[in-house]
Antibody
Framework: QVDLVESGGVVVQPGRSLSLSCAPSGFPFSNYGMSWVRQAPGKGLEWVAAIWYDGSNTDYADSVKGRFTISRDNAKNMLYLQINTLRVEDTALYYC????????????WGQGTTVTVSS | DIQVTQSPSSLSASVGDRVTITCRASQTIDIYLNWYQQKSGRAPNLLIYSASTLQSGVPSRFSGNGSDTDFTLTISSLQPEDFATYFCQQSYSGATFGPGTKVDLK
């Protein structure tokens, strides 16, 4: 069964850093590009970052460029999102999602992990 | 950045109604437009990709159309399980989601 499980969400103070993880299963992870998408409470979806199947290329939303880093370890079957200098507006449910093909849709989603930034 | 708008932001409909949601991109995106359904407390679910391709397992009452900047999602006969929020997303350059359209019971 194809699945994605996110972890690492916490309550954290502004200015701190954290790392989110996503563990895929049921499909050949190294064949697929991946994305992170977040959803603030009661709000819509915001794409955050994407990474190619082999990690050789990454892309970021302008709103997070320079603070967020997406990475992957295909040998360990893991996807990551490093978030630095956290802001209150980073508070959201963070989803990882599989890209059906590059410049394509996100066809598999995890259930998300919650990041709350508060002093 | 490519901006994406949706209309209406919400609509009320009855079971059996035909429902159409519109999505507009700020520049041409060819057919790099996808549609998702999200129910409360759940992750989004892919319905349509590449403007008009039905995702496997999605009922045929859902259809998509359009190209360049203007796109539509149509539900031909609304079912009880279709009351949800619908998002469009461009994947031409990076990815941008529309603000969503909430479909509720009239």
């Amino acid at each position: 069964q194809v699945d994605l499980v996110e972890s690492g969400g916490v309550v954290v103070q502004p200015g701190r850093s954290l790392s989110l993880s996503c563990a895929p299963s049921g499909f050949p992870f190294s064949n697929y590009g991946m994305s992170w998408v977040r959803q603030a409470p009661g709000k819509g979806l915001e794409w955050v970052a994407a990474i190619w199947y082999d990690g050789s290329n990454t892309d970021y939303a302008d709103s997070v460029k320079g603070r967020f880093t997406i990475s992957r370890d295909n040998a360990k079957n893991m996807l990551y999102l490093q978030i630095n200098t956290l802001r209150v507006e980073d508070t959201a449910l963070y989803y990882c999602a599989r890209e059906l093909f590059w410049r394509g849709p996100m066809d598999v989603w995890g259930q998300g992990t919650t990041v709350t930034v508060s002093s | 950045d490519i901006q994406v708008t949706q209309s209406p932001s919400s609509l009320s409909a009855s079971v059996g109604d035909r429902v159409t949601i519109t999505c507009r991109a700020s520049q041409t995106i060819d057919i790099y437009l996808n549609w998702y359904q999200q129910k409360s407390g759940r992750a989004p679910n892919l319905l349509i990709y590449s403007a008009s391709t039905l995702q496997s397992g999605v009922p045929s009452r859902f259809s998509g159309n359009g190209s360049d900047t203007d796109f539509t999602l149509t539900i031909s006969s609304l079912q009880p399980e279709d009351f949800a929020t619908y998002f469009c997303q461009q994947s031409y350059s990076g990815a941008t989601f529309g603000p969503g359209t909430k479909v509720d019971l009239k």
